[in-house]
């Protein structure tokens, strides 16, 4: 079923792609490409934390499309990752504090489809 909506909204946007309108990032995080820990394992993260939640945390971020950087996938919440939570956050209509709270496991595990901000230099 999934890969069904996915296959559609892929043809959807070559579709659009075609006709010259312009077309979102999308996003379609797949939690099964990041299993580091359970799914239902979501503690609060925050900048300086090291741990196996966080390599989730930014397997998961890097699911997105478009130009935000890829995080090095070790573990380590640095500025680089506070910077793209931050972005993510934003994106989702969610207070930008950088802290890896239940809302922000939320939208990374379950990410809009597109994001029109632009991501911060």
């Known amino acids: 079923m ?3 909506r996915l296959v559609t909204l ?3 946007l070559c579709t659009a792609a075609s006709l010259g ?3 979102p990032q999308v996003a379609a995080a797949i ?3 990041c299993s580091y820990v359970s799914s239902t394992y979501r503690p609060t993260l925050t900048q300086g934390h090291i741990s196996t939640a966080v390599k989730q945390a930014q397997c998961l971020s890097n699911m997105w499309g478009g130009q935000p950087p890829k995080l090095t996938l070790d573990g380590v919440f640095d500025s680089v990752m506070l910077k793209k939570v931050k972005w993510i956050q934003g994106c989702h209509g969610l207070p930008e504090s950088g802290v890896i709270d239940p809302n922000t496991w939320r939208v990374l595990y379950h990410p809009a489809l ?3 901000l632009p ?3």
């Open 119 to 121: 991501y911060p230099p």
């Open 2 to 4: 999934r890969q069904r």
């Open 31 to 33: 939690p099964s490409e």
């Open 10 to 12: 892929s043809a959807a």
């Open 114 to 116: 597109d994001c029109y």
């Open 21 to 23: 309108a312009a077309v």
